[in-house]
């Protein structure tokens, strides 16, 4: 079956139940129909999440594809729960650009998947839409401004680096021109649009801590410079409470339920490659306030999402994980060992051999932060014993606990053993992660220690753009922000084509954005864009909903 038809064969409990199982009171929550709904912040206790182990799910470089990691954290969290320990999975939320382009939803899949998945993939509670709406306003009030003659700051138009956002890849709208049609309709500049995941907005909302902290951050978004060079924050445009308003909702954790029935938090979806990648502080510590495990992913390869969960949201936050779980597949590792693309079903050790070292480079970083990496190869029905063997014995040479995880297929039943390496690993660990620099080391030593230690490479080249960056950010007093790379998913170095695990390469970094409301710089790095495109054939060619409202092919 399909992961929608397996869906569909469960029978989901009312949310007020869930509620009860999670532990809050289910009066006080904020219902979206039976199976939905959002938390209110004041159920935080920080004091209870401290006694919280918290295990982080990542992966090696996927293939274009992804690997699964959102599968096995849904499988690990119901196995935890079988064996007796009160456990909450704790998710991003799917994109629309994913969903109907190449990748799908994010609500994991066969028997490891969170509920009601139609409902989570498409709109959900309305988090996307609320973001959307906040950025765009700041993007409608500094175009108003620059068209102001009674309350005009004095913005130049050519500083602005504010864009609008939707929710959709759409390549058409990289690069765009406003204001064309007449002094009526605006000062005509070229702006564009990235993706609603890649929003300062969205990035603000995943790492802000309260509704107060939210709206400071919304306040710091830096805008630009006045003609004479002064600097312009939102604040300035005197915007922030407005936008915070249209986020007195989405700042809520949504909860759901896993396909086993039990709960699930699910809230923030930036993607790894162009932000953060990793979900909410405030979903985390809504899952760890009444939790014994709490299980959440960070986006793409160990590279991407996981480094900026360490270096970025675990230091903001100051929460640190027990464990990393390694999320591996053998389809992957062959693609990395040079099998074509269109291959990977078909059994081939060589390969998978060949493949091995990307492996073995993420385990190397994982160790960089202090944390014991556990793997575990999310199985397919095309892996063959002979593949599954050479892995387990690559992690018995490198002294590395390993379990096969059958979460599509079983559920929870296929990561038992998982999950017994993951409580043993969680209950030795008694020391907080090491993060990878200080965030007063300068910009430059940053993005090198990224760069050289997480990636490989020999050394980072500065174009011109980004040299003047650097000033700028060090006039600003913006020095001490930590760093969240932009780069591509498919490779550990900037350049997509380069798989396994690369070495001798240069890191490029083209331009450096600011996002001072989140409070972290983003190097731009290789031909990473911040609005994807679409596929020559996207997904949304197989969705369709009958009369009867029966939704088809949307995985």
């Given at each position: 079956?399909?992961?929608?038809?397996?869906a569909?064969?469960?029978?989901?409990?009312?949310?007020?139940?869930?509620?009860k199982t999670?532990g809050i009171?289910?009066?006080?929550?904020?219902?979206?129909?039976?199976?939905?709904?959002?938390?209110?912040?004041s159920?935080?206790n920080?004091?209870?999440?401290?006694q919280?182990n918290?295990?982080?799910?990542?992966?090696?470089s996927?293939?274009?594809?992804?690997e699964?990691?959102?599968?096995?954290?849904?499988?690990?969290?119901e196995?935890?729960?079988?064996?007796?320990?009160?456990?909450t999975?704790?998710?991003?939320e799917?994109?629309?650009?994913?969903?109907?382009?190449?990748?799908?939803?994010?609500?994991?899949?066969?028997?490891?998947?969170?509920?009601p998945l139609?409902d989570?993939?498409l709109?959900?509670?309305?988090?996307f839409s609320?973001?959307?709406?906040?950025?765009?306003?700041?993007?409608?009030?500094?175009?108003?401004?620059?068209?102001s003659?009674?309350n005009?700051l004095g913005?130049?138009p050519r500083?602005?680096?504010?864009?609008?956002?939707v929710?959709?890849?759409d390549?058409a709208?990289r690069?765009?021109?406003?204001?064309?049609?007449?002094t009526?309709?605006?000062i005509?500049?070229?702006?564009?649009f990235d993706?609603?995941a890649?929003s300062?907005?969205?990035?603000?909302?995943c790492?802000?801590?309260?509704?107060?902290?939210?709206k400071?951050r919304?306040?710091n978004?830096?805008i630009?410079?006045?003609f004479d060079?002064k600097?312009?924050?939102a604040?300035?445009?005197?915007?922030a409470?407005?936008?915070?308003t249209?986020?007195?909702?989405a700042?809520?954790?949504?909860?759901v339920?896993?396909?086993e029935?039990?709960p699930?938090?699910?809230?923030?979806g930036?993607?790894a490659?162009?932000?953060?990648g990793?979900?909410?502080?405030?979903?985390t510590?809504?899952g760890m306030?009444?939790?014994?495990?709490?299980?959440?992913?960070?986006?793409?390869?160990?590279?991407?999402g996981?480094?900026?969960?360490?270096d970025i949201k675990?230091q903001s936050?100051?929460?640190s994980?027990?464990?990393?779980?390694l999320?591996?597949?053998?389809?992957?590792?062959?693609?990395h060992g040079?099998a074509?693309?269109?291959s990977?079903?078909?059994?081939n050790?060589d390969a998978?051999?060949?493949g091995?070292?990307?492996l073995?480079?993420?385990?190397?970083?994982?160790?960089?932060f202090?944390?014991?990496?556990?793997?575990?190869?999310n199985?397919f029905?095309s892996?063959s014993k002979e593949?599954?063997e050479?892995?387990k014995?690559?992690?018995?040479i490198?002294n590395?606990?390993?379990?096969?995880a059958n979460?599509w297929?079983?559920g929870?039943r296929?990561?038992?053993k998982?999950a017994?390496?993951?409580?043993?690993?969680?209950?030795?660990?008694k020391t907080?992660?090491?993060?990878?620099?200080?965030?007063?080391?300068?910009?430059?030593?940053?993005?090198e220690?990224?760069a050289?230690?997480?990636?490989?490479?020999e050394?980072?080249?500065?174009?011109?753009?980004a040299?003047?960056?650097?000033?700028?950010i060090?006039?600003?007093?913006?020095?001490?922000?930590?760093?969240?790379?932009?780069?591509?998913?498919?490779?550990?170095?900037d350049?997509p084509?380069l798989l396994g695990?690369?070495k001798?390469?240069?890191?490029t970094?083209?331009?450096?954005?600011?996002?001072s409301?989140?409070?972290?710089l983003?190097?731009?790095t290789?031909?990473?864009?911040?609005?994807?495109?679409l596929?020559?054939h996207p997904a949304?060619e197989g969705?369709?909903?009958s009369?009867?409202?029966e939704?088809t092919?949307?995985?």
């Amino acid at each position: 079956m399909t992961d929608l038809q397996i869906a569909k064969k469960v029978k989901l409990k009312p949310i007020t139940e869930i509620a009860k199982t999670f532990g809050i009171d289910p009066n006080i929550i904020d219902m979206y129909g039976k199976y939905k709904a959002k938390v209110p912040l004041s159920c935080i206790n920080r004091n209870k999440a401290k006694q919280s182990n918290l295990i982080l799910v990542s992966a090696i470089s996927p293939t274009p594809a992804g690997e699964g990691k959102t599968t096995i954290s849904i499988g690990l969290s119901e196995a935890l729960n079988r064996l007796k320990k009160k456990t909450t999975v704790v998710l991003r939320e799917p994109s629309l650009g994913p969903v109907f382009g190449i990748k799908g939803g994010a609500t994991g899949g066969g028997y490891s998947q969170v509920l009601p998945l139609e409902d989570i993939n498409l709109h959900f509670t309305g988090d996307f839409s609320g973001i959307e709406k906040a950025h765009n306003l700041l993007a409608a009030i500094i175009d108003n401004n620059i068209q102001s003659k009674t309350n005009s700051l004095g913005l130049d138009p050519r500083t602005i680096t504010w864009k609008r956002v939707v929710d959709m890849n759409d390549r058409a709208l990289r690069r765009i021109i406003v204001g064309l049609g007449g002094t009526s309709s605006g000062i005509p500049r070229e702006t564009g649009f990235d993706i609603t995941a890649a929003s300062e907005i969205m990035a603000i909302l995943c790492i802000s801590k309260s509704l107060s902290d939210l709206k400071k951050r919304l306040g710091n978004i830096f805008i630009g410079y006045t003609f004479d060079k002064k600097p312009i924050y939102a604040r300035n445009l005197k915007v922030a409470g407005a936008m915070a308003t249209l986020l007195r909702h989405a700042i809520k954790p949504n909860l759901v339920q896993t396909i086993e029935g039990n709960p699930a938090i699910i809230h923030g979806g930036p993607f790894a490659n162009i932000a953060q990648g990793t979900n909410s502080v405030i979903g985390t510590l809504m899952g760890m306030t009444y939790s014994e495990y709490t299980v959440t992913e960070a986006g793409f390869g160990f590279d991407l999402g996981a480094e900026k969960f360490f270096d970025i949201k675990c230091q903001s936050a100051n929460i640190s994980p027990k464990a990393v779980v390694l999320t591996t597949t053998i389809r992957a590792l062959k693609y990395h060992g040079g099998a074509d693309i269109k291959s990977l079903d078909i059994p081939n050790i060589d390969a998978l051999r060949d493949g091995l070292p990307n492996l073995e480079k993420h385990l190397e970083n994982i160790k960089l932060f202090g944390v014991t990496p556990i793997i575990a190869i999310n199985r397919f029905k095309s892996d063959s014993k002979e593949e599954i063997e050479l892995i387990k014995d690559f992690a018995k040479i490198k002294n590395i606990r390993c379990a096969v995880a059958n979460v599509w297929a079983k559920g929870g039943r296929g990561a038992i053993k998982l999950a017994e390496h993951v409580i043993e690993v969680a209950e030795a660990c008694k020391t907080k992660f090491k993060p990878l620099y200080q965030w007063n080391d300068n910009i430059e030593t940053k993005i090198e220690t990224i760069a050289q230690n997480i990636y490989g490479a020999e050394h980072v080249d500065y174009n011109s753009t980004a040299k003047r960056q650097l000033k700028q950010i060090k006039d600003l007093g913006l020095e001490n922000l930590p760093i969240c790379v932009a780069k591509t998913q498919k490779s550990l170095s900037d350049n997509p084509k380069l798989l396994g695990r690369p070495k001798d390469f240069i890191i490029t970094v083209r331009e450096i954005e600011i996002a001072s409301g989140a409070g972290f710089l983003i190097p731009i790095t290789g031909e990473i864009m911040r609005m994807p495109g679409l596929p020559a054939h996207p997904a949304s060619e197989g969705i369709d909903i009958s009369d009867s409202g029966e939704i088809t092919g949307l995985f």
